[in-house]
């Protein structure tokens, strides 16, 4: 069973930054793709950003495309959102999830919380 918690959520401006970290408690994280999504409320969850199993690419979803980065250490087994120009619209519980033995992502974190305010 993997454990993946994350961490960073918050209330901040729009405009401004966060970070947000996932930490695996799977000694096999290098070799699982990992991702971030994310659900506002009344909303289905939506793709965030996804980043390969050595970090080397990445994909988004079109609305942070340009404004969130996605990296990982896998020397720490964690992973990270780094959200740029956030607005109103980004406020959303965000989970982290990396895949199981297939290619499906099958672990996800609990959440943590965003609030962006205008």
């Known amino acids: 069973q993997v454990r993946l918690a994350e961490s960073g959520g918050g209330s901040v401006q729009a405009g401004g930054s966060l970070r947000l970290s996932c930490v695996a408690s799977?000694?096999?994280?290098?070799?699982?793709?990992t991702g971030w999504f994310r659900q506002a409320p009344g909303k289905e969850r939506e793709f965030v950003a996804g980043i390969s199993r050595g970090g080397a690419t990445t994909h988004y979803g079109d609305s942070v495309r340009g404004r969130f980065t996605i990296s990982r250490d896998n020397t720490k087994n964690t992973m990270f959102l780094h959200m740029n120009l956030l607005t109103p619209e980004d406020t959303a519980i965000y989970y982290c999830a990396c895949v199981g033995d297939g290619t499906e992502y099958e672990y996800w974190g609990q959440g943590t919380q965003v609030t962006v305010s205008s």
């Open positions: 799977d000694p096999m994280f290098s070799r699982r793709r």
